[in-house]
T-cell receptor
Framework: DAKTTQPPSMDCAEGRAANLPCNHS???????VYWYRQIHSQGPQYIIH???NNETNEMASLIITEDRKSSTLILPHATLRDTAVYYC????????????????FGQGTILTVHP | GAVVSQHPSWVICKSGTSVKIECRSL??????MFWYRQFPKQSLMLMAT?????????EQGVEKDKFLINHASLTLSTLTVTSAHPEDSSFYIC?????????????FGPGTRLTVT
């Protein structure tokens, strides 16, 4: 699976949009971009995933560049409860071969939302 | 989203004893389950992958005889830490994957905090 690069930390004011970038320049054509977050002392929570089109759900929006080498997770109105470590992961979505699309976690971005 | 539970949420055991952690998918059938370990201030590290009814596949460096994994049904997987030592103290998190179609979502349990004294 391709590797990702994320800034180690970011700050955001409550109520403002949080834009978390992720570089994945070696992404393959059959790899999806996944975002998870982990609030302190809890298991990771799935946020969103996408292949090449922008995606939106009730939690966030995912913007993927046309060349798919980078993406941005957008939390439109950050709250204090959004303070967490955010992980950007690329992986094969379809099982097969030897990798079976394992989720490999990097260091992620520590997002701190302040009042 | 789908719900994955773990039991217990925390456990303290004495060095040399064994501890069993359960992972259940509550509202879906998990064709594959994963076990991760997380040390303080570090990221999650995948320990092993298991498919229902099959032997688990362990990541490099993970002792299969020390971390016994049983995936007996489509909703239950267990991790047994045998002869636990203080260095096994960690946050253990299970994850389950399943669903229709070829795009599989993967959901995580709340984690189990293991402290070995």
């Amino acid at each position: 699976d391709a590797k990702t690069t994320q800034p180690p930390s970011m700050d955001c004011a409550e109520g403002r949009a949080a834009n978390l970038p992720c570089n994945h320049s070696t992404i393959s054509g059959n790899e999806y971009v996944y975002w998870y977050r982990q609030i302190h002392s809890q298991g990771p929570q799935y946020i969103i995933h996408g292949l090449k089109n922008n995606e939106t759900n009730e939690m966030a929006s995912l913007i993927i560049t046309e060349d798919r080498k980078s993406s941005t997770l957008i939390l439109p109105h950050a709250t204090l409860r959004d303070t967490a470590v955010y992980y950007c992961i690329v992986r094969v979505a379809k099982s097969g071969g030897t990798s079976y699309g394992k989720l490999t976690f990097g260091q992620g971005t520590i997002l701190t939302v302040h009042p | 989203g789908a719900v994955v539970s773990q039991h217990p949420s925390w456990v303290i055991c004495k060095s040399g004893t064994s501890v069993k952690i359960e992972c259940r998918s509550l509202d879906f059938q998990a064709t594959t389950m994963f076990w991760y370990r997380q040390f303080p201030k570090q990221s999650l590290m995948l320990m092993a992958t298991s498919n229902e009814g099959s032997k688990a596949t362990y990541e490099q460096g993970v002792e299969k005889d020390k971390f016994l994994i049983n995936h007996a049904s489509l909703t239950l997987s267990t991790l047994t830490v045998t002869s636990a030592h203080p260095e096994d103290s960690s946050f253990y998190i299970c994850s389950a994957r399943g669903g229709a179609g070829w795009i599989y979502e993967q959901y995580f349990g709340p984690g189990t905090r293991l402290t070995v004294t």
